[in-house]
């Protein structure tokens, strides 16, 4: 039997669409969070083998994502270190 109350704050468009969804399954809105919150708790086969694939991509990702960062810094410090330079030669440093 369930006993405890939660309550939830919802931005007026937010909660809108959770009344709208809710409607469109023929449920309470309480019981939609009820099944989500279930949902959420249980991942399916299908969905860990899912995640795992992103987090091998993900890990996969990061270090070219640190490369492409470290290559900008590098440009950056040296048009910085260009402008400076011209900006002295014309006087204006």
């Known amino acids: 039997m369930q006993t405890e109350r939660l309550t939830v704050l919802l931005s007026p468009a ?3 669409a959770v009344t709208k969804r ?21 991942m399916t086969p299908e ?11 993900v890990n996969e990702a990061i270090p070219k994502m640190i490369a492409s960062l470290d290559e900008m810094r590098a440009k950056m410090q040296e ?6 330079r011209m900006l ?4 204006a440093r």
Not at 22 to 42: L, M, N
Not at 48 to 53: C, R
Not at 88 to 91: A, C, D, N, V
């Open 79 to 84: 048009t910085h270190r260009h402008v400076d």
């Open 88 to 91: 002295r030669e014309m006087g």
């Open 14 to 16: 937010r909660k809108a």
């Open 47 to 57: 969905q860990e083998a899912e995640m795992a694939v992103l987090v091998d991509q």
């Open 22 to 42: 809710a409607a469109a399954k023929g449920i309470s809105v309480g019981e939609y969070a009820r099944r989500r919150f279930e949902e959420d708790e249980e």
